[in-house]
């Protein structure tokens, strides 16, 4: 094995160079203004972690299109935003030589009805699983549609660089609308996009191929992958590595291994299997096969709580970032933390409200880190034992806001 330290530099293919191996990944924070803007309490939040010390700081949802929503609270960068704003966000997050990038993304079906009455999608498929009432049978996009969602992305990054972003990235991943176009179980479609991976790829790839074409070489360009949808019949890891092929092929700056989506939510619940259990990250055995396939960088994220299995998973090259989310809500410095101490550990306790139907109505495992966040936007401290009920209240008072708002407009 090949000794990496935590603390080395990384240089991408794009010529950029990163400080370390500490990949801050992308949480939905819900922090937005009432115009989808960047807010002061967002600013906040940011800076802490840029000076928690993580090389790359990455953004949650930032949506391509105002119209359709993942969350009532998400960031929107299109020609309706306010550039000021996200020029103080990107100043906030890039302090200590950090690595803002902006993570731009599309919900496809997996806006909530509350939020979009007739969502779009590959195909007129309508969501499975628990959380299936909450959302909308969508329809399926139409061909000129299609072109203007893949234009949508490209005109994001380019504000997203106008801005000052040091980096995008691509979220195909978590049953987001790349995602969905990408499974077989959501793309029923018969055309140019649909059937053979082959076409139901075509959406991603051109959709980075429109935003490399606005960004120039020399600007980072990243993608978030499904390992798998964990669905029979879904996206499988055959077909991902395939997909992470053909981009590599293309010229991608780095691929981040993430899995599962609203309907199997791996990539907040974690998998069942005890190799990676033991070695604490979710999609690690993936990542290795992943990187023997593919040249281009893996950032590994999901599961990470120990320096040790940090260190082991670069020294066993199944990675070359660290890709860390939620531990980040609890110790904002954790990357300076592990770089500090060979033996650092954190340990994030179960969450339950007590009602197992309420906690996935509410995707528990996410809202009470939202929480979290909101927290310090306002300026507080982080709080490890804070209660279950008063993330599942946010949730449901930000609904109720939400839903007053739309009815006086």
């Given at each position: 094995?090949?000794?990496?330290?935590?603390?080395?530099?990384?240089?991408?293919?794009?010529?950029?160079?990163?400080?370390?191996?500490?990949?801050?990944?992308?949480?939905?924070?819900?922090?937005?203004?009432?115009?989808?803007?960047?807010?002061?309490?967002?600013?906040?939040?940011?800076?802490?972690?840029?000076?928690?010390?993580?090389?790359?700081?990455?953004?949650?949802?930032?949506?391509?299109?105002?119209?359709?929503?993942?969350?009532?609270?998400?960031?929107?960068?299109?020609?309706?935003?306010?550039?000021?704003?996200?020029?103080?966000?990107?100043?906030?997050?890039?302090?200590?030589?950090?690595?803002?990038?902006?993570?731009?993304?599309?919900?496809?079906?997996?806006?909530?009805?509350?939020?979009?009455?007739?969502?779009?999608?590959?195909?007129?498929?309508?969501?499975?699983?628990?959380?299936?009432?909450?959302?909308?049978?969508?329809?399926?996009?139409?061909?000129?549609?299609?072109?203007?969602?893949?234009?949508?992305?490209?005109?994001?990054?380019?504000?997203?660089?106008?801005?000052?972003?040091?980096?995008?990235?691509?979220?195909?991943?978590h049953g987001y609308l790349i995602s969905q176009f990408l499974s077989p179980r959501h793309n029923m479609r018969d055309d140019q996009w649909g059937g053979p991976l082959e076409n139901r790829m075509r959406f991603l790839l051109e959709i980075y191929r429109a935003i490399r074409k606005e960004v120039g070489d020399s600007f980072p360009v990243?993608?978030?992958?499904?390992?798998?949808?964990?669905?029979?019949?879904?996206?499988?890891?055959?077909?991902?590595?395939?997909?992470?092929?053909?981009?590599?092929?293309?010229?991608?700056?780095?691929?981040?291994?993430?899995?599962?989506?609203?309907?199997?939510?791996?990539?907040?619940?974690?998998?069942?299997?005890?190799?990676?259990?033991?070695?604490?990250?979710?999609?690690?055995?993936?990542?290795?096969?992943?990187?023997?396939?593919?040249?281009?960088?893996?950032?590994?994220?999901?599961?990470?709580?120990?320096?040790?299995?940090?260190?082991?998973?670069?020294?066993?090259?199944?990675?070359?970032?660290?890709?860390?989310?939620?531990?980040?809500?609890?110790?904002?410095?954790?990357?300076?933390?592990?770089?500090?101490?060979?033996?650092?550990?954190?340990?994030?306790?179960?969450?339950?409200?007590?009602?197992?139907?309420?906690?996935?109505?509410?995707?528990l495992n996410m809202s009470w880190y939202e929480a979290q966040f909101d927290r310090i936007a306002k300026g507080q401290s982080p709080k490890a034992n804070l209660n279950e009920w008063y993330a599942a209240w946010k949730v449901f008072k930000n609904l109720g806001v939400y839903a007053f708002k739309k009815r006086r407009a």
């Amino acid at each position: 094995m090949n000794e990496i330290e935590l603390s080395s530099s990384f240089e991408l293919p794009c010529g950029q160079k990163i400080k370390n191996r500490f990949f801050k990944s992308a949480m939905s924070e819900q922090l937005a203004d009432h115009e989808h803007n960047p807010s002061e309490g967002l600013n906040a939040l940011y800076s802490l972690w840029a000076q928690g010390g993580a090389a790359v700081v990455l953004s949650g949802n930032i949506m391509v299109d105002r119209e359709h929503l993942g969350e009532p609270r998400n960031t929107v960068l299109d020609a309706h935003s306010d550039l000021e704003k996200y020029r103080a966000w990107v100043q906030a997050a890039s302090a200590n030589d950090t690595r803002f990038w902006a993570q731009l993304n599309h919900p496809g079906k997996q806006s909530p009805k509350f939020l979009q009455k007739l969502p779009v999608a590959p195909s007129a498929v309508a969501l499975e699983g628990s959380l299936q009432l909450n959302f909308n049978k969508p329809r399926a996009l139409k061909e000129d549609e299609i072109w203007q969602v893949i234009a949508q992305f490209a005109n994001s990054a380019a504000l997203s660089k106008q801005v000052g972003f040091q980096g995008v990235q691509i979220h195909a991943a978590h049953g987001y609308l790349i995602s969905q176009f990408l499974s077989p179980r959501h793309n029923m479609r018969d055309d140019q996009w649909g059937g053979p991976l082959e076409n139901r790829m075509r959406f991603l790839l051109e959709i980075y191929r429109a935003i490399r074409k606005e960004v120039g070489d020399s600007f980072p360009v990243a993608v978030k992958l499904n390992s798998a949808d964990f669905m029979n019949g879904g996206f499988s890891e055959g077909d991902s590595i395939t997909v992470a092929q053909a981009l590599a092929k293309e010229g991608i700056d780095l691929i981040e291994v993430s899995g599962g989506s609203y309907e199997v939510p791996a990539m907040a619940d974690g998998i069942q299997k005890e190799s990676s259990k033991k070695r604490e990250a979710y999609f690690l055995d993936y990542a290795k096969e992943l990187r023997q396939s593919v040249d281009s960088p893996v950032v590994l994220t999901g599961g990470f709580r120990s320096a040790s299995a940090m260190n082991e998973a670069l020294a066993e090259e199944a990675c070359d970032l660290i890709g860390i989310a939620r531990p980040l809500a609890v110790e904002p410095d954790l990357p300076n933390r592990a770089m500090a101490d060979n033996n650092y550990k954190i340990h994030l306790r179960p969450l339950s409200t007590g009602i197992k139907k309420l906690d996935e109505m509410i995707l528990l495992n996410m809202s009470w880190y939202e929480a979290q966040f909101d927290r310090i936007a306002k300026g507080q401290s982080p709080k490890a034992n804070l209660n279950e009920w008063y993330a599942a209240w946010k949730v449901f008072k930000n609904l109720g806001v939400y839903a007053f708002k739309k009815r006086r407009a």
